[in-house]
């Protein structure tokens, strides 16, 4: 069995950490959150599941936990455009995590935005192994890419790399299609406003992270070892370094067991490099400011 530590309990920690209590998979849950208030009645409605798991709200426990899911700090909202402009703001949050892990051992999966770039500086503040630390967005945007392609009666299956934000890169020479350029620009307008739809009619997106992130956790403790996209600590491959990036992975027990890679068209690799430059500058701006 398996222990997960969800640190921050709001819609996407507290929708990830009731589906683990249900699924059989765990037996041990942390929960932790800086609300009180939140936190309790969290640890609370989970208690009333009556599912044989036992629970903890110590912060000291959170270090013994197979995995961790950071979903801790300020979500997006229809004010803040982009994910990158979060990241002054949480990237304290992800200090506090680390300082609360020291020579931790385990699997950490990064939701909080800018995912991609607090994956890269978790992993430099802790010097985790990088296949221990995981990056979350890319199921989550291909999904949409997926769901926007078949809207146009082009396919209903697509996959995103890069940035899980501005500079995600649609990937179109996978679906075996000549797509257009000016189709595959309109398409990733598109992309990048999927989410705000949602966050303006109920505040957040909630249903389709959960259910992204606990496939992800389940393939983990499964060692199922599936094709994922997730963000992960590129140190060559695809030319690029010093960032975090969604790529295709294979994930298994011990987080990522291997990065594939996919040679890309021209417009997509023009359209990575993009992702790889605008993520690496910033890693490199909190990277100096740690």
């Known amino acids: 069995m398996t222990s997960l530590a969800v640190f921050g309990t709001g819609r996407i920690g507290g929708g990830v950490a009731a589906r683990a209590v249900s699924s059989g998979l765990i037996n041990h849950l942390v929960l932790y959150d800086c609300n009180q208030a939140l936190l309790e009645a969290q640890r609370l409605d989970i208690e009333h599941m009556r599912c044989p ?30 994910r990158a402009a979060l990241l002054d703001c949480n990237v304290p949050v992800a200090s506090e995590l680390a300082t609360l892990i020291p020579d931790y051992k385990g699997i950490i999966i990064v939701v909080t935005n800018p995912a991609d770039i607090l994956t890269y500086y978790l992993w430099k ?3 985790i192994l990088k296949n221990r630390i995981i ?29 899980h934000g501005e500079h995600q890169v649609p ?55 599936t094709n994922l996209i997730c963000s992960a600590i ?22 990522i067991l291997s990065i594939e890679e996919w040679d890309l ?6 359209h990575f490099q993009d992702a790889a430059t605008f993520v690496s500058d910033l890693c490199r701006r909190i990277a100096i400011d740690s």
């Open 53 to 82: 798991v036992t629970t903890s709200i110590r912060p000291e426990d959170i270090v013994a936990c197979d995995i961790i899911l950071y979903a801790a700090g300020l979500p997006r909202n229809q004010n803040i455009k982009t």
């Open 125 to 127: 503040s802790l010097g």
């Open 135 to 163: 990056g979350f967005g890319g199921q989550l945007d291909s999904a949409r890419f997926q769901y926007e392609l078949s809207l146009r009666s082009i396919r209903d299956d697509g996959i995103i790399l890069g940035e």
């Open 171 to 225: 990937i179109f020479s996978k679906t075996g299609l000549d797509v257009e350029i000016p189709i595959r620009d309109d398409i990733l307008v598109t992309l990048r406003n999927a989410s705000m739809e949602i966050i303006k009619g109920k505040g957040a997106t909630e249903y389709a992270p959960v259910y992204h992130i606990w496939h992800l956790i389940e393939s983990i403790i499964t060692d199922a070892k």
């Open 234 to 255: 590129l140190e060559g491959e695809y030319d690029v370094t010093g960032c975090s990036l969604g790529v295709p992975v294979i994930i298994g027990r011990e987080g």
């Open 265 to 270: 068209d021209l417009w997509e690799k023009e």
